[in-house]
């Protein structure tokens, strides 16, 4: 298991900072209960390893103007390997697009997208997605209200698997 590879205080860094990835390296480290300078190297090493991608804010959509997100499904003609990344490709030049994954089963991939206005979806909508090539279906759901938006991973689920295999 990858969590494995980290010890505790590493988890504890980590879990710190997906929490508020603001905080200063001495509130981290006192946090954690080691002194800054080995913290801010922990630190470092977390990001240099990829266990840390970045840092972003979370910001408001619907303060900004984006008032309508959707999740699109969407069925392509082929599942071929380079028929998957070349869909991926445009998912990421996409700007409505603010999330791509692939899934298993009757749809090939789930988007999250983020518009100012139903108008503006409707033409990335028909404008773009519906005529790119190896579009096969393509279903969508309007969000009406999050109830739950948390980054991350669960840390305490990963503890609490970590103690009982050990």
Partial sequence: MAGHRLDPIDRKILAELQADGRMTNVELAKRVGISAPPCLRRVRALEEQG??????????????????QVFVMVGLQSQAESDLRAFEGRCRDWPLVRECHMLNGEVDFILKCAAPDLSTFQSFLTGQLLTAPNVASVKTSLVIRGAKDEPGVPFDVLEERLSRSA
Avoid: M, N, T
């Fill in 51 to 68: 266990f840390i991608k970045g840092y972003h804010a979370d910001v408001d959509a619907r303060e900004l103007g984006f008032e309508v």
